[in-house]
């Protein structure tokens, strides 16, 4: 019976996490499906997110929720600002999808970003020092830290509000409208590229959400970037790209798969799996488990 | 250039130096797939990884002379580039780049892991030292760096002569067409599987060939410097910037980055950590946005507005008529 509780907790560790990961690939997602961006920047924009709700929330030693939406509307406008002035000059110059110097473009801005980082917040481990939440949740033997739990229920809240977003209001319209065929959509009047600096903005707004709640129990460091990059894109190629509920999907599954691995091996070598199962999805099923088969 | 150290003594310039040519023939070494074939991989590190401690392991554990042991070095990462190429070059663009990140990191994980393979003594993340033995030319190893100096200029050279061949050659247009539109190319009948991994190949055997001379140059060998992706950033860095579509953009890059680079990472380095490296992707970002085709295209943009400036006036055009 001890085994089964054992196991039931990894699982529950695992969804919790998973969720969180869904969500900060969910930012990837959306930005990837609607723009047809691969952004290799992202996970040094996660760091950066994490990074900045770390530093105001030091500096002004209030209630680290309190920073996260606040980080996440200045994130929102890195994310727009990106798109406006980096990304679209490439777009605009050539007549499909552009993908190589996108590519290179988002290279440079992760290579100077998580130096950036580097020099500015050094290479120690940064913790946040948390007063508020610093319960657990018990049932039975197993124990769910508070500040996970509001982790888990805040990615799906914003998941929820994500889905609403998108299918009922006029915004969310245009952008699945832009995501599913471009030229068409700005033939039927929508600003094309103004949708693509939203989207990526409420992209980046997202990441640096999960980013946030994920900060009271783990740690931030220049690095993450890298890790939190191919994670990323294991859940999207996983879960589908382009799709909310398949980036959820591929997050609880890594979430799932990492923490029921880590009890068997280094965390360093779960991280090498999952960058294995990332080429072998690539190369099985490159539209994922829930994508539409797109081309 | 070449006879710079009749000139010039001083140890510190002749190091830069040489560290800058290595740099322009690794970058060289990945423009074989990355320019030429359009293929742009993140994981060259790896193959230079391969080289630098295959030599040098097969020097501690059974004496082999480096000279031979890049052979088996740079055979070594042609077996790699197989097992690389043949399931990452299915993928596409920006899937193809990310796979090849996402391998590079496993190969790095596993030998930080990895502290023996049978007799070979790996270390993992400590990684391993090149026995001195002094001044040992037949086991390509010198007192002084003069030698070193001469030899990585001949790489260049061999290097650069290998790419003419590969591009001057009907094989050379085959993969300038899979690097313009890989489909227009498969339609035309070309083997596009076989023409990238050959490429690779190539690029990977030349690359470890770098590795070993890294290894034996530095004369120590651990993951954190030769197999990590920054390190394969760097060289990927190099090459666009200066342009992958012409041989010379290697060399221009990283003539123009390499030394500044380096003076920023000494001179401002302890307070600044990172800071060339910022600088670099700036770069990046600026040559991709300005410069599409690196800045090895600039005399041919102002070649271009000076025929455009020569049309108009010929067309009657201009403000002086």
């Not at chain 1, 047809?36 to 996970?43: E, L, M, S, W």
């Not at chain 1, 100077?112 to 481990?125: I, T």
């Not at chain 1, 609403?164 to 065929?181: N, P």
């Not at chain 1, 091996?265 to 797109?294: C, D, E, H, N, W």
Request: charged share 10%; glycine share 12%; with cysteine.
């Amino acid at each position: 019976m001890d085994n089964l509780f054992i196991y039931l907790e990894l699982l529950v560790n695992g969804v919790i996490i998973g969720t969180v990961y869904g969500l900060i690939a969910c930012g990837l997602s959306l930005i990837f499906g609607v723009g047809k961006i691969v952004n290799f920047a992202h996970g040094a924009l996660l760091a950066l997110g994490m990074f900045i709700v770390y530093f105001i929330q030091r500096t002004l030693a209030i209630n680290i929720y309190l920073v996260i939406l606040p980080a996440a509307f200045l994130m929102f406008w890195i994310g727009y600002g990106l798109q406006f002035f980096l990304i679209k000059p490439i777009i605009r110059r050539e007549s499909g999808m552009p993908v190589l110097p996108v590519i290179l473009l988002t290279a440079g801005i992760m290579m100077a970003l998580e130096n950036l980082l580097l020099m500015v917040f050094g290479s120690s481990y940064l913790t946040v020092k948390m007063d508020f939440a610093q319960g657990t949740l018990r049932i039975g033997t197993i124990s769910l830290p508070f500040v996970r739990l509001i982790a888990f229920f805040s990615s799906l809240v914003v998941v929820a509000a994500l889905h609403f977003f998108l299918s009922r209001t006029d915004l969310g319209r245009a952008i699945r409208a832009v995501s599913q065929d471009r030229e068409k959509a700005r033939l039927l009047g929508v600003d094309d590229h103004k949708i693509l600096c939203i989207t990526v903005g409420l992209g980046m707004a997202i990441t640096t959400i999960s980013g946030g709640t994920l900060l009271p129990f783990y740690y931030v460091h220049p690095d993450i970037g890298n890790m939190f990059l191919t994670k990323c894109f294991v859940i999207v190629v996983l879960g589908g790209m382009g799709t909310i509920s398949g980036a959820l999907m591929g997050g609880i599954i890594v979430g799932i798969l990492e923490v029921v691995v880590a009890q068997v091996m280094k965390v360093s070598v779960v991280q090498a799996l999952i960058f294995l199962i990332f080429v072998l999805v690539l190369l099985l099923k490159p539209s994922g488990l829930l994508g539409t088969a797109r081309e | 250039m070449v006879l710079l150290p009749l000139f010039d003594s001083d140890p510190y310039h002749i190091h830069l130096i040489i560290s800058v040519g290595l740099m322009i023939y690794l970058a060289m070494t990945w423009n074989i797939v990355g320019g030429l074939a359009g293929q742009v991989s993140f994981g060259h590190a790896t193959f230079v990884g391969m080289g630098a401690y295959a030599s040098t392991l097969l020097f501690i554990n059974y004496g082999l002379t480096p000279w031979l042991g890049m052979i088996a070095g740079g055979l070594l990462a042609v077996v790699v580039s197989l097992m690389v190429g043949l399931p990452c070059f299915r993928l596409r663009g920006a899937f193809f780049s990310l796979s090849t990140l996402a391998l590079a990191e496993v190969v790095r994980i596993v030998v930080v892991n990895t502290e023996r393979i049978g007799p070979f003594e790996v270390r993992g993340a400590a990684g391993i030292l090149v026995p001195l033995k002094g001044d040992a030319p037949g086991l390509f190893q010198f007192n002084g760096k003069v030698p070193y100096y001469y030899i990585i200029w001949m790489m260049i050279g061999a290097v650069y002569y290998i790419s003419y061949r590969i591009k001057t050659s009907r094989y050379g247009l085959f993969l300038s067409a899979i690097a313009d539109d890989e489909e227009a190319a498969r339609a035309n009948g070309v083997n596009v599987l076989k023409a990238k991994m050959l490429a690779l190949m190539v690029s990977a055997f030349l690359a470890a060939i770098g590795g070993t001379f890294y290894a034996q140059f530095y004369r120590s060998v651990d993951p954190v410097n030769v197999l990590a992706v920054g390190f394969s950033m760097e060289i990927v860095l190099m090459a666009v910037v200066g342009g992958t579509r012409f041989l010379h953009g290697p060399i221009i890059g990283t003539l123009i980055l390499a030394p500044f680079g380096e003076v920023v990472r000494a001179s401002l380095g302890g307070s600044f950590f990172g800071l060339h490296k910022i600088i670099y992707g700036m770069v990046l970002v600026a040559v991709i946005l300005f410069f599409p085709n690196g800045i090895a295209s600039l005399p041919d943009l102002i070649r271009g507005r000076v025929k455009e400036k020569q049309n108009l006036h010929a067309a009657g055009v201009g403000a002086e008529e």
